[in-house]
């Protein structure tokens, strides 16, 4: 097809999940209208010799605005968040909806459209978190709401006043089966977790580096491999999120290779961050706290393995920032006492992309085409968005990220424009970097530049996860 387009993206090597090709992108309309060569005419041509020509990101894992204890407050609204990710070459995020106690999905689902409307960049889509499973829950909003588009959300197995107990997740997963949602589980073992850090409390052991000490591999190991046999009782297949270390990765793999639908990510703190990173003077460790926890070497050999070799699907960033230098963030009062108090979680939906393109492609762990897989298309297929989103193909949204593999730059929390005071892989060495970033066809982030307006993001409602089709199906 050609003809007048709204843009040419000339020059460039168009890369998706299944080849890369050298091809021109004609745009119109905010959908990609053809590919080729010669294209015709357009408004805007965008030389893009040289550089790859890529689908936009999608973070399927970022948390924003969500409550987070007494006198906390996240570092990231929808507007501060949405501008991070499209400096970082990402498109699509979809944050979660957090269930409190005694409130009504719904309504919390209404009160997070309030805060992202007319503020985002990029475009959303919302899982839920479900933390109070009781009969109107499992009965009445929870297949009410994937009815209407939301068709995921997540569990937790740990986390006072979140985590589910093991009856509750079963039940919770058959409710899933029945209306065709999407489980995403985290994995980890609270009653253990409690115990270890009491023991550590008894015994003084309260800064920051003991929060990795409190949540050692085996209770991840432990709840992945209880999650799993959740999962096969209720014949339901689950995404098991954030995955840290070999241990976990191995019981998934033993699911997989036995034929069990166990879907699994993992993140870039457990590519290039270690538990070291938590010793550092006085609170310097708290900016790594997360959970679970960065591990070891031979953790970070096991995530690039997984990643080669398909047992992680999705590389997600687990966004979940808060202030450093805030008393309403990691440097809390109580945080200053114990491990325990610290918020849990880092920011790195800018960075997510920059660091598996370098530390991955450009390293070699990984083809181009498996970057886009894992980090868009795999997304978009998992959480019934693609092929809207995902792919560069005639029909699809035109969400493209142009890379110029050959940048390099030293990481710093300047390049990530957040709501944050830092950023957890500062002095990191890149190669690799967006150098455009376009949403629906319109340029949000250019030469790093926002041209973009807040609010040309918009939100996507889903379909139904391909893995959950079949599961409703088979019940």
Not at 76 to 104: H, I, L, Y
Not at 397 to 418: F, G, T, Y
Not at 434 to 463: A, F, N, Q, S
């Amino acid at each position: 097809m050609t003809g007048h387009f709204d843009t040419i993206i000339r020059g460039g090597t168009v890369v998706t999940a299944g080849d890369s090709v050298r091809c021109d992108v004609g745009i119109r309309d905010g959908k990609v209208a053809a590919l080729g060569i010669d294209l015709g005419t357009a408004d805007r041509v965008i030389d893009a010799a040289g550089k790859l020509v890529m689908p936009g990101g999608i973070d399927s894992h970022v948390h924003i605005s969500q409550p987070s204890g007494e006198g906390i407050v996240m570092a990231d609204d929808f507007e501060s968040a949405t501008r991070s990710a499209a400096f970082g070459g990402t498109t699509t995020v979809m944050p979660f909806v957090m269930q409190e106690k005694g409130v009504p999905l719904r309504s919390t689902v209404e009160a997070y459209h309030k805060l992202a409307a007319g503020e985002c960049h990029v475009d959303t889509s919302f899982h839920l978190i479900v933390s109070e499973p009781s009969e109107a829950v499992l009965g009445q909003e929870l297949p009410a709401l994937v009815e209407d588009g939301y068709t995921s959300f997540k569990i937790f197995m740990t986390y006072e006043g979140l985590a589910l107990n093991d009856r509750e997740i079963l039940e919770v997963l058959d409710t899933a089966r029945g209306c065709g949602a999407l489980v995403m589980v985290h994995c980890e073992s609270y009653d253990a977790i409690r115990y270890m850090t009491e023991k550590l409390e008894r015994e003084g052991r309260t800064a920051p580096k003991y929060h990795a000490t409190s949540r050692p591999k085996l209770v991840e190991r432990e709840a992945t491999h209880r999650a799993i046999a959740h999962a096969e009782l209720v014949d339901v297949p689950i995404m098991i999120v954030h995955v840290s270390n070999r241990e976990a990765m191995e019981q998934i793999r033993w699911a997989q290779q036995k034929g069990l639908n166990i879907l699994a990510e993992t993140c870039p703190q457990y590519l290039v961050l270690t538990e070291a990173d938590l010793d550092g003077l006085g609170m310097e460790g708290a900016k790594y706290v997360c959970s679970p926890p960065p591990r070891d070497r031979d953790s970070q050999d096991a995530c690039w393995e997984g990643l080669r070799t398909g047992v992680f699907g999705v590389f997600s960033s687990d966004h979940c920032p808060f202030r450093y230098e805030d008393e309403k963030g990691k440097q809390n009062p109580k945080g200053r006492t114990s491990f325990r108090w610290v918020p849990n979680g880092m920011p790195g939906v800018g960075a997510r992309l920059a660091i598996l393109f370098s530390e991955g492609v450009m390293k070699g762990r990984l083809t181009p085409e498996q970057f886009v897989a894992l980090t868009a298309t795999n997304h978009a297929r998992t959480y019934g968005l693609y092929p809207r989103k995902g792919t560069i193909a005639v029909g699809s949204d035109a969400d493209i990220a142009i890379w110029d593999p050959e940048r390099k730059l030293v990481l710093s929390h300047d390049h990530l424009r957040d709501g944050s005071d830092y950023t957890p892989y500062e002095g990191l060495d890149i190669t690799g970097w967006p150098i455009l970033t376009m949403v629906r066809g319109r340029t949000v982030v250019e030469d790093g530049r926002l041209v973009g307006e807040k609010g040309h993001g918009t939100y996507l409602p889903r379909d139904r996860s391909p893995y959950a089709v079949q599961a409703k199906a088979e019940a």
